[in-house]
T-cell receptor, first 111, second 114 residues
Framework: QKEVEQNSGPLSVPEGAIASLNCTYS??????FFWYRQYSGKSPELIMS????GDKEDGRFTAQLNKASQYVSLLIRDSQPSDSATYLC???????????FGKGTLLTVNP | DGGITQSPKYLFRKEGQNVTLSCEQN?????MYWYRQDPGQGLRLIYYSQIVNDFQKGDIAEGYSVSREKKESFPLTVTSAQKNPTAFYLC?????????????FGPGTRLTVT
């Protein structure tokens, strides 16, 4: 059974701080890694995808992948109250289209 | 405007009734998916389809059925055999075969069965 674990949260940071969200996965064959943001009552929105070891930056978001440690993280710099949401980590294996999701981490950014 | 639409947004049914949730996409994606989300839980895959007229069971297919007669449409039927049907249902789509499987979600249907 493939598993994706996220830090349970909730995570609370002040406005302007760096928020760090973490995710580990059990399947060493995983090849694709995604972060989704889900506002309360809404559907998930894809914000970052990463496929190779290292960092990938997009605006205030940085995704980090370490396949040897089976670890993927999302950093949000200069956090804003509008970043307050649940962040879902999702992992895909190499041979099919299935995504396995973590349960999510609730982030609150306090003004 | 390209995107995924789901209807209705809210759906209320009595126990014992079958109900069909609609999902349509105009992104020209080959693959489509149905997920279920319960409070405090991650998304769980119900069914997925990589091509018209073909679909596979996901992790929690019991009590659900789907069809894929057109590339744009992937309706989900929640049958009376589904023991706990009240949930938030999410449809997603992706380009098949590109290797990276980025999935994009519709707005969801919140189903309440009493």
């Amino acid at each position: 059974q493939k598993e994706v674990e996220q830090n349970s949260g909730p995570l609370s940071v002040p406005e302007g701080a760096i928020a760090s969200l973490n995710c580990t996965y059990s399947d060493r064959g995983s090849q694709s890694f995604f972060w989704y943001r889900q506002y309360s009552g809404k559907s998930p929105e894809l914000i970052m995808s990463i496929y190779s070891n290292g960092d990938k930056e997009d605006g205030r978001f940085t995704a980090q992948l370490n396949k040897a440690s089976q670890y993927v993280s999302l950093l949000i710099r200069d956090s804003q109250p509008s970043d307050s949401a649940t962040y879902l980590c999702a992992v895909s294996g190499g041979s099919n289209y299935k995504l396995t999701f973590g349960k999510g981490t609730l982030l609150t950014v306090n003004p | 405007d390209g995107g995924i639409t789901q209807s209705p947004k809210y759906l209320f049914r009595k126990e014992g009734q079958n109900v069909t949730l609609s999902c349509e996409q105009n992104l020209n994606h080959d693959a489509m998916y149905w997920y279920r989300q319960d409070p405090g839980q991650g998304l769980r895959l119900i069914y997925y389809s990589q091509i018209v007229n073909d679909f596979q069971k996901g992790d929690i297919a019991e009590g659900y059925s789907v069809s894929r007669e057109k590339k744009e449409s992937f309706p989900l039927t929640v049958t009376s055999a589904q023991k706990n049907p009240t949930a938030f249902y999410l449809c997603a789509s992706s380009i098949a075969g590109q290797g990276f499987y980025e999935q994009y979600f519709g707005p969801g249907t919140r189903l309440t069965v009493t």
